[in-house]
């Protein structure tokens, strides 16, 4: 039995099941779910609307092995990548130190940096002269060059100086951009440990059985159930991946957001090269805009959004020309995360700050959503765009935000709610399982909807300090016509120790739903929810053909809406 | 083309012109309180500086040049609208850009901008005040002259800053030429005027500071020169006298005054600033999407609607303007999506649907014969020769709208049948050696009196008779002229195809032609292989390339760029890719929303189109010359577009055939293609292209 703490709010429940007609009821929550599985056990995909678990990953029952196609189910340890080992960016320190003249020096950080690399130089000018000091007898120009340079050096420090409070002053705002970008790119991701994980970010192709993981080593590997070559991809500039897109509409077309660019690799579907030479990317760099967190394609193919934390403007790509026009705003302080809806209509782009905005792409107007506690965490979209269910960090509860019907070119605006309901609280919750007690819930760290919108999986992150907590992921299934509702599905579990880094939705199955997760262990394992689409608004997803009325199932067992 | 579209269509663009007047107009009072208080900045009274700016903008001097300055911004305003282009001029050597520089209409471009720029000076002068202020002034006392006797003298900064006004208006109007200014892009995402000038506003200040930083550099050495010309006409003209207390201005001490370059620096900024934010004016508001109704609402509106637009022959920037909204509402609107797939109310014909798609089909499919000419002349030259191009696709565009409106017959034939046309025309000679009688035939190329009754030569060219109308044969047909001569006239007696084309290309060939059979008369008995004449004829022309390219200035001159030429072959594709967006969004929304299915008649047609368009396209990147991926571009005020279109061609037929396949699925296999291209859209179905 689900007990622990039950939030407000869901008292009123009336107690049938899936109750196909709307009720006042509104809010799902984490004490309705069925305990996890026991410890060892593993989830291996849903039938029935219950998930089953096993020992290990064993084969599916026979009857589903026909329906999956052969998606590779692979590992990838952390010990087998080579370490990072690039700490310096540039050749420079591979050389001799070489004794230049300052105003070479000067002239040579003005061409690598800018004005800041000469005030740099100057400010660093002393020791060189105190030896030439030195050496040379004073004579009134000596003296006079002395001088200057005297003046000039103090005169740069203080402009250096200046620019550091101002930043300073500038982080203080917005506390984010004084971190190393390494860090910015870790608080930002969707990934749970973006830095210590083996597996940085992975990516579905949105036609085919074909995939991309980003590695902590930055290359790329490209998995495709077709064929057994296995491309990895490796660039200069590919460092700090945080996200990949494949190209919709397009054969083999990833773009990659990396540390200073986004890399748009072009590989050919019917090469046999394992190693793609770094001539197939394009370098899409725009000066202020690194490191990068977020990609975005447009669903019908040509543009491509890429943003920053640190950049206050969004860039829209035409990716063939290469040309990019931002699109700035005043406030917020950058953009973390974005999210285009699958009907192309609207695009969501989360700020550090606690406001988050949502573009009508056909004029790019936006209207923006201020947050009480913090800024939005993630965000996903129902397959119509008609509604954007968000998390806000530092809330552990998920919020829904419902659109106008997009109805043509009269709407030339967002037509968002005025408020976001709460439609389910992820508060911490106690399982008394049979195998002791077990702490679930917490903060959202990534949240996918799957294509058809029939279910919804969320990352918890569970609080560090507590010693049987643990990072997990809640299923819920949806439905979103003729009135939204959110049901408990379950928690998925992986093996022993692995905690989930990143989950994904296959864009193109056709059974039901499948969720991809990568574990903490390199582990990347597909887990299949088979169920019949809803064609008809009326017929609720728990209702569908697959499942003989009183049947055996786990989910009748468990009273879904207890009153405790 | 004035007489096809109508007042209703051409006062579309009439009213987005006059409302971007208006807006430079309005600006421009801005422009002048921002110039006067810069201009006589004084950082040391602040309060004085702000007050005793605000008091010179209600001077009667100031309302007066306020007014000037308007008459001048509607005069450059008026020559943007009338210089538009939506289609860029790109010139593909020094010697044709020569030539549209001396072209009357750039003279007087040039004048009347020198002419303005003088004016803007003036103004600048007079709203500056102090030393700048008048031409003439009276000479500073000297002891020499006596007080009744005092001459007015020259004030010559005022004569640096008008000189400086008109340099400034002339090189905007080099630069408007040279970087094609005059050029319309049509941005990636739609946004509202306000966002887009203010988005550009920045950029065009900091490139105004730059460039007039540039140009008062480069006045300062003209002046340097030849600044004593125009002060010696002026001073003998008016009278004046030279101010002997003043240093001149064409030394090194008058020129490195900094309060005269500053204030010509500031002349030149305000000049630039108020003739670029006009500019940009111009081209947010014409490049603004354009609603156009599919279906009219009222008799008198017919003439707006888009199938109609699309079908006649409108100005450029109206047909621009009716596919961008094609593609919009393919994409956007379903309302107007509901009406394209209508059928008409009596009659029940898709009216709407044919013509849209069939314009659509038309410009795709005279695309790809282009393209397919100019890989005809890249494989037979090994490099690109691009004039001829448009004399020949003008040659046969001409018969297409007499052809069935979706071309299928014409398309098909070409991918099979442009290849190795080089090793078929070479090789043919020596097919017909032995069945006529050549040498004689050789000799003279009008001999009426052997024209085609020969049934040898008939029977030669029968393999070609099927496909006359095919462009390679046009193609062919000067090459087979300078290679084995009449062939290919005696071929043909009634056929008027082939005469036209070489009266066509009559100048490119003559001289050639008239060499060539005098060598033949010359060689006629000692070299009766014709394989041995092509081989003269090759090395004529090695030794007269041989001959120029030691010239090394005619080379300067005459030497395309190959990426000027590319460039020019895709200048107008802004159009194709709408085009391919708006036709393929309609047929994806087709799959659910066609409910007469009007659509799936022209599915072949369009399948076909687009699969050759692709094929053409890949065809073309893999030729020498072409680079695989765009230039870099700088963050620059001309708009460079442009010069990467044909990649985002590329890109975008791609996206369309996948938009068409994902959409439509397995179904596409009943869909009747050529096998050759079931081949290919099987491909695009399992992702593989």
Redesign the interface.
């Known amino acids: 039995m689900p007990s622990g703490s039950p939030p407000a709010g869901h008292e009123g429940h009336p107690s049938v099941p899936l109750s196909p007609t709307p009720s006042n009821r509104k809010m799902c929550s984490l004490a309705l779910f069925p305990p996890p599985p026991p410890p060892g056990d593993v989830t291996l995909y849903e039938f029935n609307n219950a998930l089953v678990s096993g020992r290990s990953y064993e084969k599916l029952p026979l009857t589903f092995q026909g329906q999956m196609e052969d998606l590779p189910t692979l590992t990838i340890p952390k010990e087998n990548l080579k370490a990072f080992s690039r700490l310096e960016y540039s050749t420079k320190p591979a050389f001799i130190h070489h004794r230049e003249s300052l105003w070479k020096r000067c002239i040579r950080a003005w061409r690598d940096i800018g004005v800041a690399g000469v005030l740099e130089e100057l400010a660093n000018a002393e020791e060189e002269q105190d030896l030439d000091q030195g050496m040379n007898e004073q004579s009134w120009v000596e003296s006079s060059k002395e001088l200057v340079l005297q003046w000039m050096k103090s005169g740069s420090r203080c402009a250096l100086a200046l620019c550091c409070w101002i930043s300073s002053l500038h982080g203080s705002f917005f506390p984010h951009l004084s971190l190393p970008s390494e860090d910015i790119i870790a608080k930002f991701s969707q990934a749970v440990d973006w830095a210590g994980c083996s597996i940085r970010a992975f990516a579905w192709?949105p036609?085919?059985n074909k995939f991309a993981v980003a590695l902590l080593d930055d290359s790329i590997r490209v998995y495709n159930t077709n064929s057994t070559t296995i491309p990895i991809l490796k660039h200069r500039l590919q460092r700090n991946v945080a996200l990949m897109a494949w190209k919709p509409?397009?054969?083999?077309i990833l773009a990659v957001a990396c540390h200073s660019c986004v890399l748009v690799w072009h590989l050919d579907?019917?090469s046999l090269s394992t190693r793609p030479s770094s001539g197939c990317a394009?370098v899409l760099s725009h000066p202020g805009h690194s490191p990068i967190t977020s990609l975005a394609w447009a669903p019908?193919?040509?543009?491509l959004l890429s943003a920053s934390p640190v950049d206050t403007a969004m860039l829209?790509w035409?990716?063939?020309?290469?040309?990019c026009?931002?699109l700035?705003w005043f406030g917020g302080g950058g953009v973390t995360y974005l999210a285009w809806s699958p009907d192309g209509?609207k695009v969501l782009a989360a700020t550090p700050s606690a406001v988050f905005r949502v573009w009508e792409?056909?004029?790019?107007?936006y209207e923006k959503w201020p947050t009480i506690k913090g800024p939005c965490r993630t965000g996903c979209w129902s397959p119509d765009g008609s509604r954007l269910l968000f998390t806000v960090q530092g809330e552990s509860v998920i919020y829904s935000l419902s659109f106008l019907e997009y109805?043509?070119?009269q709407q030339r605006q967002v037509g968002g709610s005025k408020t976001a309901s709460i439609v389910a609280d992820l508060s911490e919750t106690t399982f008394e399982t049979l195998y002791g007690e077990e702490r679930i819930g917490g903060e959202v760290q990534s949240m996918v909807w799957d294509p058809s919108g029939e279910r919804l999986a969320v990352v918890l992150q569970g609080n560090s300090d507590a010693s049987n907590f643990k990072t997990t992921i809640a299923v819920f299934r949806t439905r979103n016509n003729p009135v939204f509702e959110l049901l408990p599905c379950g928690f998925l579990q992986g093996e022993d120790g692995a905690q989930p880094q990143l989950v994904t939705f296959h864009p193109c199955f056709k059974k039901g739903a499948l969720l991809t997760v990568c574990w903490s262990t390199g582990r990347i394992s597909h887990i299949p929810f088979f169920f019949v689409t809803a064609q008809f608004p009326s017929l609720s997803p728990g209702q569908s053909p697959l499942v003989p009325v009183g049947s055996w199932s786990h989910t009748r067992e468990q009273p879904l809406f207890s009153e405790l | 083309m004035g007489d096809v579209s109508t007042r209703e269509q051409l006062s579309i663009l009439r009213w987005r012109a006059a409302a971007s007047i208006a807006w430079s107009v309005l600006l421009l009072p801005l422009c002048v309180a921002v110039f006067i208080s810069i201009s006589s900045i004084d950082l040391f009274h602040p309060v004085q500086w702000i007050t005793n700016s605000f008091n010179d903008l209600y001077t009667s001097y100031v309302i007066f040049c306020i007014l000037l300055l308007s008459g001048v911004i509607l005069v450059i305003n008026i020559f943007n609208v009338q210089f538009h282009a939506v289609v860029p001029s790109i010139h593909c050597s020094r010697l044709a850009l020569i030539s549209k520089i001396i072209h009357p209409q750039q003279v007087i471009h040039s004048v009347a901008h020198a002419v303005m720029g003088m004016l803007v000076a003036w103004c600048a002068a007079v709203m500056t005040k102090g030393k700048f202020l008048f031409l003439s002034m009276p000479c500073t006392a000297t002891e020499s002259v006596p007080d009744a006797n005092r001459h007015t003298c020259l004030n010559e900064y005022h004569l640096f800053l008008l000189l400086l006004g008109a340099f400034m208006g002339y090189s905007y109007s080099l630069r408007y030429l040279v970087k094609n200014l005059n050029y319309l892009p049509f941005p990636a995402i739609q946004q509202y005027k306000y966002l887009r000038f203010r988005r550009s506003l920045p950029l065009l200040a900091k490139h105004s500071c730059v460039e007039s930083l540039y140009m008062v550099r480069n006045f300062c050495a003209a002046y340097y020169f030849f600044g004593y010309i125009p002060r010696a006409w002026i001073m003998t003209t008016m009278n004046l006298r030279a101010d002997s207390h003043l240093p001149l201005l064409d030394t090194v001490a008058g020129l490195l005054d900094l309060s005269l370059l500053y204030h010509s620096w500031l002349c030149g900024l305000f000049l630039l600033m108020t003739w670029y934010i006009a500019w940009l004016l111009f081209r947010i508001f014409s490049t603004e999407a354009h609603h156009f109704p599919v279906q009219p609402t009222f008799a008198e509106e017919a003439d707006q609607c888009l199938p109609k637009i699309l079908n006649s022959n409108p100005p450029p920037l109206l047909k621009f303007l009716a596919l961008q909204d094609l593609m919009f509402l393919s994409q956007y609107s379903s309302v107007r999506r509901q009406e394209v797939f209508s059928l008409s109310q009596p009659g029940g014909h898709p009216y709407n649907w044919t013509s849209i798609c069939g314009e659509c089909l038309n410009l795709l499919s005279d695309l790809t014969h282009k393209l397919i000419i100019q890989q005809e002349i890249a494989a037979a030259n090994g490099r690109l020769k691009q004039p001829s191009v448009g004399d020949l696709t003008q040659s046969f565009s001409s018969p297409a709208p007499e052809e069935s409106s979706f071309q299928t017959p014409r398309t098909s034939i070409f991918p099979r049948a442009h290849m190795h046309s080089l090793v078929k025309s070479s090789l043919l000679p020596l097919k017909t050696s032995p069945a006529s009688d050549l040498g004689s035939n050789l000799g003279s190329p009008f001999n009426t009196s052997l024209l085609g009754h020969k049934p040898g030569l008939l029977e030669l060219n029968s393999p070609w008779h099927g496909s006359v109308q095919s462009p390679h044969i046009m193609r062919r047909g000067p090459k087979l002229w300078t290679s084995s001569s009449d062939l290919q006239l005696t071929g043909y007696p009634d056929e008027p195809h082939p005469v036209m084309v070489v009266a066509k290309d009559a100048k490119e060939a003559a001289q050639p032609g008239s060499f060539y059979i005098w060598l033949q008369n010359k060689k006629e008995q000692v070299l009766p292989q014709i394989k041995d004449y092509i081989y003269l004829h090759d090395f004529f022309f090695f030794q007269i390339k041989n001959f120029l390219s030691k010239r090394v200035l005619i080379m300067y001159f005459f030497s395309k760029h190959p990426e000027a030429s590319i460039q020019e072959l895709f200048s107008d594709t802004q159009m194709h890719i709408w085009a391919l967006e708006g036709l393929s969004h309609l047929v994806a929304a087709s799959f659910t929303e066609d409910r007469y299915g009007v659509v799936q008649t022209t599915l072949p047609a369009i399948l076909n189109v687009l699969l050759t368009l692709q094929e053409v396209i890949d065809k073309h990147f893999k030729l020498p010359h072409v680079s695989s991926k765009p230039p870099k571009t700088s963050g620059n005020l001309a708009d460079t577009s442009y010069k990467t279109l044909r990649f985002a061609l590329r890109s975008s037929v791609k996206t369309a055939i996948y938009r068409i396949t994902t959409t439509f699925g397995e179904h596409l296999n009943a869909v009747q293609v050529s096998s050759e291209h079931k081949k290919r859209l099987q491909q695009f179905l399992e992702f593989k292209e």
């Not at chain 1, 019908?300 to 543009?303: C, Q, R, V």
């Not at chain 1, 035409?318 to 040309?323: A, I, Q, R, W």
């Not at chain 1, 792409?361 to 107007?365: A, K, P, R």
């Open positions: 192709h036609h085919t509409l397009c054969a083999s579907p019917t394009q019908s193919g040509g543009l829209v035409d990716v063939s020309t290469e040309n026009i931002q700035q209509s792409v056909q004029m790019w107007t109805s043509g070119e």
